[in-house]
């Protein structure tokens, strides 16, 4: 769960910036995409920190399936308290 949620949140953020260059098809889009998610899982494996903060960008933000959400920052990821999506309970 956690690899494909990681999976989308990559592709959406490389479609994004790929959208930016206006010679890139949408099938230049999806190879940038692919190549982007294999060179990240890659580097997940070996715990390759460089190549990780190479593909991410710097204001990245990670949401877990449970709502826990992360932060990257420049000295390392943060726990940023709350829930995404879920409304607070009634007191």
Do not use: C
Not at 30 to 52: F, G, H, I, P, S
């Amino acid at each position: 769960m956690k690899t494909h949620l990681l999976r989308t949140v990559l592709a959406a953020t490389s479609v994004i910036a790929a959208a930016s260059a206006a010679s890139a098809s949408p099938e230049d889009d999806r190879r940038a995409v692919a190549a982007l998610d294999l060179q990240y899982q890659e580097a997940v494996k070996r715990n390759d920190a460089e190549t990780m903060g190479r593909i991410l960008d710097e204001h990245f933000v990670l949401v877990l399936g449970n709502g826990t959400v992360y932060q990257r920052t420049k000295s390392g990821w943060r726990y940023v308290f709350g829930q995404a999506s879920l409304a607070l309970p009634k007191e």
